[in-house]
């Protein structure tokens, strides 16, 4: 039996090849899950900082206006309340410039947004119906819709306002609040 040295050459050659190949393709493919791993850390990171950056922001007017917050649900039901000018204008104005800046950190992938709906659901939700019961729907909708358009998607199904949010009724009078606990106000 005679063999070919270059024969056996070539499929050393081509198997040396494919081991090189085959390394490279696992290096390729740690080297993703790296990236991912390490993208998915700075979104977490960065949900953490807005979280903080929202309670740095809004500490001072949270401060005035912690007695409207405790009684939250009587100061709701008359919106021509003294109160209730005081809640919107303390709880429902800073909110809106966070909120918007939050949309354009989803947007941008910047930010987990379960992490934050879990840290802020009670703030988006009351932010949603001072904004609907001082403004109205419509306004409320068209003035603010476009700006947090990515939250109110994300966020609004699961809200507790979401009947408030994706219907008219606030506009005609018929909307009984909504408790914090998820109960009509009228049943208590």
Excluded at 147 to 162: P, Q
Aim: charged share 25%.
């Amino acid at each position: 039996m005679q063999i070919y040295y270059g024969s056996v050459a070539d499929w050393a050659q081509a198997i040396a090849s494919t081991v090189v190949l085959v390394l490279i393709y696992k290096q390729m493919r740690l080297t993703t899950v790296q990236l991912r791993q390490a993208e998915d850390y700075e979104r977490k990171r960065m949900s953490w900082d807005f979280i903080k950056f929202c309670h740095e922001e809004l500490l001072q007017e949270d401060q005035q206006i912690h007695n409207l917050i405790d009684n939250y649900d009587s100061v709701i039901k008359t919106p021509q309340s003294k109160e209730f000018a005081e809640l919107v204008e303390h709880y429902y104005k800073p909110r809106v410039h966070v909120f918007t800046l939050l949309n354009q950190l989803i947007h941008h992938q910047d930010v987990e947004e379960p992490v934050l709906y879990g840290y802020m659901e009670e703030d988006f939700n009351r932010f949603i119906e001072l904004g609907i019961l001082s403004l109205g729907h419509k306004t409320f909708t068209q003035q603010l819709g476009p700006k947090i358009d990515l939250v109110i998607t994300l966020w609004g199904s699961k809200a507790r306002v979401k009947d408030l949010l994706f219907s008219h009724k606030a506009t005609t009078g018929a909307y009984t609040p909504v408790s914090s606990s998820g109960t009509d106000s009228s049943e208590a």
